[in-house]
């Protein structure tokens, strides 16, 4: 067994594509396929299940594949310690759900790059559960979510404090709800704009809404947008109000665009986390990344 045939199944798993792996390790694609071939003949097991389209991992492939990762990371801590040129680009893998992604990340990364010049990201966004699967996936090595899940192979750090906010038109009727007695009780009436399913945003404002004994099946929900930017622009323009994070509604509600209710004595908040497998190996500059952005922020309770 050679570390290029770990090397070549690793990123056949990874991007479940004989095809893909090839181009990514500037090889052919037989190539590739010999080197799986051999494993599976000195293992003796299938690893891997072809179709004309897809490329499924079987039980033993998933194994191989944790042991692989931990084989090859301990070559890359090797190459760190004895101050040799590493073989691997000096790249952290991320993906971030939508709030972390688009609000928190371009401040964590432009601080952390200030540090280590040479280090460029692979970022991928989706909601919280993509996140989540595609760290089970092994697609991704570090993700940034808004909600915890109960699975016992992740790791989960809390690193931020979101405060979530309730935005509306800036239109004179909006002007008077808020001035009323039972502010939330009427902004509640008006037609409402959702997350969709899988967003932190969406668990968060539902957890609220039960706390207050509001049933979500009562709201009149008009629109489920899974994009921030859309939901801001929808309530600018009258579509009706929605449940968001401050952060996200800042610039549109400093510029004018919309009116932001803040609940006296009824905050809603929810902590932002940082979520890994929990047998991952990380390198030295995965390690510095985990440990600079849950101490960035000191706003958070530990």
Do not use: W
């Not at 893998?93 to 692979?122: C, D, H, M, R, W």
């Not at 966004?125 to 915890?148: A, M, N, R, T």
């Not at 004179?172 to 502010?183: D, G, I, M, W």
């Not at 008009?222 to 930017?229: H, M, P």
Request: proline content about 2%.
């Amino acid at each position: 067994m050679e570390l290029r045939q770990l090397e070549a199944f690793v990123k056949v798993v990874e991007l479940q594509s004989f095809s893909k792996a090839a181009k990514s390790l500037f090889l052919t694609q037989p190539t590739i396929s010999s080197h799986i071939v051999s494993l599976e003949k000195e293992l003796n097991v299938r690893l891997v299940e072809r179709t004309t389209k897809t490329v499924k991992t079987t039980s033993a492939g998933e194994k191989l594949y944790e042991y692989a990762k931990e084989i090859l990371e301990i070559k890359e801590d090797l190459y760190q310690e004895f101050g040799a040129k590493s073989q691997a680009d000096e790249a952290i893998v991320i993906a971030g759900s939508t709030i972390p992604s688009q609000y928190i990340l371009p401040e964590l990364i432009s601080a952390f790059k200030k540090q280590n010049k040479k280090i460029y990201f692979s970022i991928n966004h989706g909601d919280s559960q993509y996140v989540i699967d595609e760290i089970l996936k092994h697609k991704v090595d570090i993700g940034f979510v808004g909600v915890k899940d109960e699975n016992s192979k992740l790791n989960f750090i809390p690193f931020y404090e979101d405060k979530l906010v309730i935005i509306t038109p800036n239109e004179n009727h909006y002007k008077v709800l808020l001035e009323k007695a039972n502010t939330l009780e009427n902004l509640l009436k008006e037609p409402i704009i959702l997350r969709e399913n899988g967003s932190g945003t969406l668990k968060s404002a539902e957890r609220f809404l039960e706390s207050k004994k509001i049933e979500g099946s009562k709201l009149n929900v008009v629109a489920r947008i899974n994009d921030q930017e859309i939901i801001k622009r929808s309530v600018s323009k009258g579509m009706g109000i929605s449940i968001m994070s401050k952060k996200s509604a800042q610039d549109f509600a400093e510029e004018g665009k919309i009116l932001m209710y803040e609940p006296i004595g009824e905050a809603i908040y929810r902590r932002l986390y940082i979520v890994f497998e929990k047998r991952k190996r990380f390198s030295r500059l995965e390690k510095s990344f985990i440990e600079f952005c849950s101490s960035f922020y000191n706003n958070i309770e530990k």
